[in-house]
């Protein structure tokens, strides 16, 4: 197996894996990691591949925060050998204690670490994110609390997700103005269906300096090479809940770019990891699992292909019409 490659997270010290491990499917409903054997297996198998990355939130799971709490229990022991990573900023029902829909606020976003670091059994989390943009509170004030966490070592580096472009340059401006610690990372849908982050998203990453980290990289498995117009693994997230998916993937194109993949003697996994690696700014292709064997498969891919210059040109033009 290659050897796993790392970088650092945008303008900071905080190095990587270039994949890293989703843990959304950890505590989900029908699935082997809805149990605590299930992601223990998944969580060492990735450490055993030199996974550094683990990416949760305070959401995930078929009871929210479940996944972090599995986590925590599957961690003991081995918390120094990973980066830990966490989301906050959704709608927890309460789960974190009342929020009134302000969940960027100084006021919840102490509640929720508190209840993060308790799931997590961990005195600190490594990038702490801000899950989707807050229209009730000022993102000053949500960069002012997390400035306080940084400094009193719960958090160690801060990022957000789901942002529209403009959003990354005021967060940027806020921090400046302010004296505040700035956002290390941005997480947006990103895949080769799923290019809109291209337009604004990107070059504000780029501008500013940020870590990308897509999510839905490979489309919910679509680019793992397992499907065909047919069908696929029965027990897929694809196949089990996201059917539409399947119907409405471009397969004309993906029959072109399997046949790109064969001329090149690597797999659609290979290639597609490649093409994410080769994009300026991206990081880490953060990708979920629910068996050992897919995070030692995508830990493989990562490292496997170097596509050049050409070869990223061209898997960009089969797909430009999702530009």
Known sequence: MPEIEYRTLG????????VGLGCNNFGRANTVTETQEGTDAVIGAAIDAGVTLFDTADIYGKERGLSETLMGHALKGRRDQIVLATKFGMDMAGANGPDWGARGSRRY??????????RLQTDWIDLYQLHRPDELTPIDETLAVLDDLITEGKVRYIGHSNLAGWQIADAEYQAVLHGHPKFVSAQNEYNLVRRGAEAEVLPAVNRYGLGFLPFFPLQNGLFTGKFSREGGP?????????????????????????????????????????????????????????RPEQVEANAAAASAWHPSVDDVAEISRIFAAFA
């Open 11 to 18: 303008r900071s010290g905080l190095v990587v894996s270039t």
């Open 109 to 118: 976003v102490r509640l929720a670490v508190e209840s993060s670091l308790r």
């Open 234 to 290: 029965a027990d897929s997230r694809i196949m089990a809940t996201r059917k539409q998916i399947l119907e409405d993937a471009p397969w004309d194109l993906i029959d072109e770019y399997q046949a790109l993949c064969d001329a090149r003697g690597v797999t659609m996994l290979e290639a597609t990891f490649g093409w994410l690696l080769a994009q300026p700014g991206l990081t880490s292709v953060i990708a979920g699992a629910t």
